[in-house]
C-alpha cells in the first residue's frame, strides 16, 4: 500500500472539469487531495493585500496547512492564472516546512502548455525541485510522483527559486 500524503490540488479553473475527475480518480484510502480552489472563496483581504509575505502566509496557513505536496494540474492556461501562481509561491514558502511541488500535464494539453509558463512554476521544474511528469496512468504511478516531491521537500531544498514577485492580475490566455 502506498504511503499516506495530503496534497494541494490547484489549476486554471478553465480545467476544473479535469481537475473533479482527476480527484475522482485519484483519491482514496491511501491519499487526500485538497481542492479548496482559493480564488473566490479567499478572503477580501488576502485578496485585496499588497503585501506578498501576508499573502504568502495567509494562504499556506488557511489552504496549505494540512499538505505536504501542491500538485499542479498543467493546461494551455494554467501559467495565466494569478491564484495558481499565489498558491505555488506559498508552497515554497513554508515557515517550518515546504511543500514538494508536482507539475502534471493534463491529458489534453499539448506540448506548447510548457512555453508559456510563468518563471517561479518553469524554475523550479528547470532547477530540479519540482517533479514533471505526464498526466498518471494509475494510482501506483501518482504514489510514486507523489513520494518524489515529497522527498525532495529535504533533497532538493536549495534548488527552490520562489524569487519573482507575485503575479499581481490574471494574463490574457487563448484556449
Known sequence: MPNSRVCFLTYHRADYEHAMR???????????LIDRGI????AGAIVGSSNHEYIKRSIRQTYLRD???TIVLLGPCTWSRKFVDWEIAA???GDQQNSGLLVLTLPYAHSETT????SRLAANVESGYAVFAPYPSDVAELSDLIEQAYARRTTHLDRIDNSEPLRGRNAY???
Do not use: K, P
Open 22 to 32: 482527476f480527484t475522482e480518480e485519484f483519491t482514496g484510502a491511501w491519499q487526500r
Open 67 to 69: 499538505s505536504v505536496v
Open 173 to 175: 490566455c487563448q484556449r
Open 91 to 93: 508552497s515554497l514558502d
Open 39 to 42: 480564488g473566490a472563496q479567499m
Open 115 to 118: 512555453t508559456h509558463w510563468r
